[in-house]
């Protein structure tokens, strides 16, 4: 499997709304997961999704514990994780310390190379610093060959980002909507869904 070559610069910035949050970390959060599979469910979603559009490689941005980047990377693709948690990178590179696991905002991170595609699992983008979307958005999109893909998942919840929003930011960073389904077993999507998985393109 080819390696991603990655230059980084970047660091952590406060008020991020993930950090402020009281929610588990690392092994803790991984336990949910586990007892998910435990009882038959499918915990890798997300990541038969991106792994059908035959991608070579992804970033996984808000890679959290891993779960996501380490499943792709089990099927071939090659990975970089960023995420603002060090206890969830902790979590990760102990599963995984074969994988670029790279500890930055997503509002600021250069990473020094493009990918294939990009996926936001796990709720990222109602978690970024508020005011920063916008930013966020178009930051990875430089991180984005011409044609990748760029995959994101997340909750429609009152007061938070919303997709005409999502979708004029996207559309300002060159990302075109191509598909949007309410689940990652892409189950139709339609007016009261709760939660929105959005394929972009990059133009």
């Known amino acids: 499997m080819a390696t991603v070559s990655c230059r980084f610069v970047g660091q952590e910035t406060g008020g991020n709304r ?3 949050a009281d929610g588990p970390r690392g092994g803790d959060y991984d336990d949910r997961f586990a ?8 915990v890798h979603g997300e990541a038969d999704l991106v792994a ?12 959290g514990t891993g ?7 089990r099927r071939g693709v090659d990975v970089v994780g960023v995420d603002i948690d060090a206890a969830m990178l902790a979590a990760a ?28 699992a796990g709720n990222v983008m109602i978690f970024v610093t508020p005011g920063t979307e916008g930013d966020v958005v178009a930051n990875l999109s430089r991180h984005l060959e011409r044609g990748g893909s760029f995959v994101t998942g997340f909750s429609l919840v009152k007061d938070r980002l919303t997709l005409g929003t999502f979708d004029e930011l996207a559309a300002a960073a060159d990302l075109r909507l191509v598909d949007r389904w309410a689940t990652w077993d892409r189950r139709p ?7 929105a998985v959005s394929l972009h393109r990059k133009s």
């Open 18 to 20: 993930w950090l402020e």
């Open 189 to 195: 999507f339609a007016p009261g869904a709760d939660y």
């Open 93 to 120: 590179r102990d599963k995984a310390p074969l994988i670029r696991w790279v500890d930055a905002d997503l509002v600021d991170v250069d990473l020094g190379c493009t990918f294939d595609g990009i996926v936001m």
């Open 52 to 63: 059908s559009l035959g991608l070579g490689s992804v970033l996984d941005a808000g890679c």
């Open 35 to 42: 007892r998910l599979a435990a009882e038959g469910h499918d």
């Open 67 to 73: 779960r996501v980047a380490i499943e792709l990377a």
